[in-house]
């Protein structure tokens, strides 16, 4: 392990070995690797630019930091002994072009490159978790279409407690929303973390060297230059929004995998998770474990977290770069790898997701329609409340089981199977004009105002969605 750092200006002696081991970050920071090669690339034409370099130095600067990115991949990188992804970069370019790798540090810093090629990576990560959020987006629109041509029905739950009938395709897209939420927020947060190129604010001051920041900028990917050295080496405002983004997604994702965990089991039954996603006990033979969806939920808090050391740091900070910034890389990685893992396994656990309609149909309760009743009720006229609890009567007498039921032992008396005489009996409001038809096809059909339940609504919501996604 090297144990020499570049910075051992006015330090006497080697560093404590483990003091070393514990302030360095190459075994993760590796990671930036192709971002460092391309900003150290970027930095060298710049300053050839500039006239600091001689137009073949910066060729064969260029040539071998292509050369470094062809022969060392991050994973052999973070092997190595360096402090970090820049000092590695540089003692490869300084083994490769001699005295002319010792140049390019010129009139840069690692607070401004490191800055940089965060942003780089951050950029292209929100890029990827977009097209991963819109992916399971769009397993869960490719299910809502099949649901809703099967037919299926499903109680929609409030407290957990059966609330009124809705289409299992209208559930789907419920989750869809959001979903479609973040793949916009995730591209929102690409656009900011390119919106300013920190490279040039070099240490802190600004960059001595005459370079043309905004040519730097556009070459890099960056809309501009940012405006100010000391913010540029600084902000870290990109990082929490990418965090916020990641967080949310995974917010949204375990409450997904909170409903297909209730769902699949044997209590509800209204779906079977693929076999590819699904898990077994060692110990339970019979077991089909929901592990994605359990890790989900564990993993939407461990984001929330990072989120929340990233934030405690940063307000801590004096202005300019300290070493607690080290620390957003790790918060970065780590939420990336963990939404990408759990935005695969939940697509491809709603993708592969079996729904059981026979089974979601027969859970309904019998007074599911309670809302739809009222409703009838206050069609005629009635004031809702008086409505309310005329059906709330109603419900209490069924579930006495006696008198107006007729004595139907068993709890739930379902509203479809009512005769008119008894509806009558249970109350005068209740004639046949209200009840006739009161159907759990009817009771969806009227919820057909914009984003209803309704199938007419619903299948619109699919293609409206299924654009967007394509
Ligand atoms: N490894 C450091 C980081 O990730 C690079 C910047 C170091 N700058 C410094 N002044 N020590 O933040």
Redesign the pocket.
């Known amino acids: 392990m090297t144990t020499d750092p570049l910075?051992k200006g006015r330090i006497a002696g080697p560093p404590d070995p483990e003091f070393f081991a514990f302030q360095r970050?190459l075994p993760y920071?590796a990671r930036l690797l192709p971002h460092d090669l391309e900003v150290n690339a970027a930095w060298a034409k710049a300053l050839g630019r500039a006239g600091l370099l001689a137009p073949d130095e910066v060729t064969r600067l260029v040539a071998a930091l292509a050369t470094i990115g062809q022969e060392l991949s991050p994973a052999a990188a973070a092997q190595r002994g360096e402090?970090?992804v820049?000092t590695l970069v540089e003692a490869e370019l300084t083994a490769r072009t001699g005295d002319l790798g010792r140049r390019i540090h010129r009139g840069k810093?690692?607070?401004d490159q490191?800055a940089t090629d965060v942003r780089l990576w951050t950029a292209a990560a929100a890029r990827g978790l977009e097209a991963d959020a819109r992916g399971l987006a769009r397993a869960l629109v490719a299910q809502a279409a099949a649901w809703l041509d099967a037919g299926h029905v499903m109680a929609g739950f409030t407290h957990l407690q059966q609330a009124e009938p809705i289409l299992a395709a209208h559930w789907a897209l419920s989750h869809c929303e959001p979903l479609r939420r973040d793949g916009r927020r995730f591209a929102q947060v690409e656009e900011a973390t390119l919106a300013a190129c920190p490279l040039g604010a070099a240490?802190l001051s600004g960059t001595p060297a005459a370079v043309d920041r905004a040519a730097l900028a556009k070459e890099l990917g960056f809309a501009r230059p940012a405006a100010n050295s000391m913010d540029a080496v600084s902000d870290r405002d990109f990082a929490l929004g990418f965090l916020h983004a990641a967080g949310l997604a995974l917010v949204h994702a375990s409450r997904l995998a909170e409903d297909l965990m209730l769902f699949t089991t044997r209590e509800f039954g209204f779906a079977r998770l693929p076999d590819a996603f699904t898990t077994g006990s060692s110990a339970l033979p019979q077991k089909r474990n929901a592990d994605a969806c359990e890790l989900a939920r564990a993993k939407a808090a461990r984001v929330l977290g990072r989120y929340t050391a990233l934030a405690a740091t940063l307000r801590a900070l004096p202005t300019g770069?300290n070493?607690d910034?080290?620390e957003d890389?790790e918060a970065l990685f780590d939420a990336f790898d963990s939404a990408r893992g759990v935005l695969h396994a939940l697509t491809g656990a709603v993708a592969g997701l079996t729904w059981n309609g026979a089974r979601s149909r027969a859970a309904l309760g019998g007074w599911i329609l309670a809302a739809e009743l009222a409703e009838r009720l206050a069609a005629t006229g009635l004031p809702f409340r008086d409505a309310y609890a005329a059906v709330a009567q109603a419900v209490q007498a069924l579930e006495a089981g006696g008198g107006a039921a007729g004595g139907a032992a068993g709890p739930e008396r379902r509203f479809e199977d009512v005769t008119p005489a008894e509806w009558k009996a249970l109350g005068p409001a209740f004639t046949d004009e209200v009840t006739r038809g009161l159907t759990l096809e009817a009771a969806l059909a009227r919820r057909a105002a914009v984003g209803g339940t309704a199938p007419a609504r619903v299948r619109e919501a699919i293609a409206e969605a299924r654009e967007a996604l394509s």
């Open positions: 910075w970050s920071d402090e970090d820049h810093s690692r607070n490191v240490a770069y070493k910034l080290q890389k």
